[in-house]
């Protein structure tokens, strides 16, 4: 349960903000299909953080506990000041209008990728041995911060304070970070 509600909180306060919120927010504006979309983004989401978590686990089944304690604080103490830089829409990219779900699915995976949710399932995976949990986590934590955003669609985008939600967050991530590095350097 631990390694559910930790993926789900990380991968909630890490999307706030995030490009792909931001994307979510660009496609229902165009759209205006937010059940296609709310699907596609939950079958972008759930191959791109299984991908993620299994190359967690992996990378984590070769580490001792204790290393991979330190080396997941140190993640969280990076994605902590990663987030204090808020990510923009680029205006010049121009979406097919063939299909609002294979839109949504190829965008939505394409931008997850490299992306800070993602780096975070990857770290988590390697941190917990349920690598279900995770991913349901993480999965679970796109759904709750991108569906508001699709529903809202371009209404709310540029009255949200992206700068100090993303200073919140960087602060979470800092917590967590000192979390781990604390359960590693005391066990």
Do not use: C
């Not at 991968?11 to 229902?28: F, K, M, N, P, Y």
């Not at 999965?139 to 709310?156: K, Q, R």
């Amino acid at each position: 349960m631990e390694a559910f509600l930790i993926s789900l909180a990380s991968v909630t306060i890490a999307e706030i903000g995030d490009r792909t919120q931001l994307l979510s927010l660009a496609l229902a504006a165009h759209y205006r299909k937010p059940w296609t979309i709310i699907a596609a983004i939950f079958v972008a989401t759930i191959v791109n953080h299984a991908i993620a978590g299994f190359l967690g686990a992996w990378f984590g089944s070769l580490l001792t506990p204790k290393v991979l304690d330190l080396l997941v604080g140190i993640s969280m103490l990076a994605m902590a000041l990663w987030v204090l830089h808020a990510d923009t829409l680029k205006e010049d990219k121009e979406v097919s209008n063939r299909s609002a779900f294979l839109a949504t699915l190829v965008t939505f995976f394409i931008a997850e990728i490299g992306d800070k949710t993602q780096i975070a399932t990857m770290a988590l995976a390697a941190a917990y041995p349920n690598l279900l949990a995770v991913v349901a986590g993480t999965t679970a934590a796109m759904l709750i911060a991108n569906t508001p955003a699709v529903f809202l669609g371009d209404a709310l985008s540029g009255k949200l304070p992206i700068r100090k939600m993303n200073f919140v967050a960087s602060i979470i991530f800092a917590l967590l970070g000192i979390f781990f590095i604390y359960r590693a350097l005391s066990s």
